[in-house]
C-alpha cells in the first residue's frame, strides 16, 4: 500500500495506490491506530478518482521529524574528519544511547519536485539520503519514505554543538514521494542511493544498504519514544552511509535524486 499527497483546488488530498481516499481522510488520524489496524481501515475506505494534482511532502503540519545520526560507519568515518573533536562521534557511534536530535516540523518539510536549500552562511553543504521511518503514536513502525538530510558541515565540524544550525533552516528536510507502508523487518536491507547532477551531468553518486546500518530500527524508534509522546505519529530519519567526498560541496542548481527501495525524491538546490 502506497499513500501520497496532492495539491488540489479544495486543498491537500491523500490517495492510496493512485486513488483519492475520501477528503476526511487524514494521516493523523491512521497513525493514531495500532499497526495492525492500519491496512484494514485503509481497505475499507473508499477509493474514488484517480489522484491528480501536485505532490506534497507527505506528512502533515502537526507531525515532526526527528533523525538519527553516526548510524552507519561512513557516517562516523566522515564527522571525525570535519570535527575538531572528533572523538565524540566515535564515543556516540559506541554508545549504548543512539544520537537523536529535531530536524523539522511538518509544515517546513519540501516535497519532491520543491527545492532545498545551502545556507547562506555555510561553505561546505552536503545532502544526506536517508531511509525514514513511518511510526504510529504506539511506537510502531508502519512504514517509510525517502529523505534528504540537508546538513552545513562546516557549522557542525566547527563546534558539536552548532548541530542545530547545522541542521534545522529553511529548506533543510525533503521527504518523498510517498509513503510505503510496511513492517520493520521489510525495512532492514532496503538500497539506498543518490545522484547529484551539476548543468545535466552526474557529479556524484553512491549507494549503500539499510543492512549496513549500525543500529536496529527497533532500537531507534525506542530510544526517540522513551520520554515522548506522538499522538498523530512520528517520522524519523535513519541516519546516512553515504557521505561525498571532502573536497565536495553543492552549489546552486545542482539537482539531488535520492531513491530509497523504490521510492524516489528529488530536488533542485538553491542558496541563501
Known sequence: MYLTRHQTPSGSRWALDGRFLPPSFTLGLLLELPAAAIAGLLTALPATEPAAGALLAPIEPMQEVWAA????????EARK????VGDVYQRVYDAARPEVFFKATGWRVVATGQPVRIRGDSRWNVPEPEMVLVIN?????????????????DIEGENPLYLPQAKIYNGSCALGSGIRLAG???????????????????????????????RQLEELTACLGKELAFPQGVFLMTGTGIVPPDGFTLQPNDVVRVTVGEIALENEVKYG
Open 69 to 76: 545520526g553516526v548510524t552507519y560507519l561512513r557516517s562516523r
Open 81 to 84: 574528519v570535519e570535527s575538531a
Open 137 to 153: 503514536a504506539g511506537g510502531e513502525i508502519v512504514g517509510y519514505c525517502a529523505g534528504n538530510d540537508m546538513s552545513s558541515r
Open 184 to 214: 520493520a523487518e521489510q525495512l532492514k536491507a532496503l538500497p539506498i542511493t543518490i545522484e547529484i547532477a551539476r548543468g545535466g551531468a552526474a557529479v556524484f553518486a553512491g549507494e549503500s544498504s539499510t543492512a549496513r546500518m549500525h
